[in-house]
């Protein structure tokens, strides 16, 4: 299947060239430097985080939402349907060119979930370009437009 792409993530990944800077082709199949399997979080992302919904397999069916928060550098996310597809939020780290992969495996009953374990190795005060995907297996079936957020 092919994935769905948009100008703002191309924008984004052209200006990146541009400046040397390496950053990952969202839902590449090149591995993370980094990757953890969310655990149930028993809550709701901060207000405060930086959030994103995903669409699959039209633009009126929210498939997946996740959230950045900066403060502890948590990985939120959430499937909302019952497809057996799973979500995954990933990330880079322009300075360095670090990956992040948050991989959501236990489906949508359990509500948010959440990867805790990156803290350590997300730099402070930098950037983190991140995004959220769709996958059928390893798969990819569609893609969010990168966000870039200042760590703390």
Not at 46 to 52: D, E, I, M, T, V
Not at 80 to 107: I, T
Not at 123 to 135: C, G, H, M, N, Q
Request: hydrophobic share 40%; aromatic share 12%; net charge positive.
């Amino acid at each position: 299947m092919s994935l769905k792409r948009t100008g703002p993530m191309f924008a984004a990944g052209a200006a990146a060239l541009l400046m040397g800077i390496p950053l990952a082709v969202p839902a590449s199949a090149a591995p993370a430097d980094y990757t953890e399997y969310a655990k149930v979080a028993g809550a709701s992302p901060p207000s405060n985080a930086y959030c994103q919904t995903i669409y699959y397999p039209n633009p009126n069916v929210a498939a997946g939402r996740a959230c950045f928060q900066k403060y502890g550098d948590v990985f939120w996310l959430r499937d909302r349907k019952a497809d057996g597809h799973h979500v995954e939020m990933r990330g880079q780290m322009p300075s360095n060119g670090k990956k992040f992969r948050c991989h959501e495996g236990r489906g949508s009953a359990v509500g948010w979930q959440k990867c805790t374990g990156f803290a350590s190795k997300i730099p402070e005060r930098d950037k983190i370009f991140w995004w959220l995907s769709v996958y059928e297996g390893s798969n990819a079936l569609n893609t969010t437009n990168v966000q870039e957020v200042a760590t703390t």
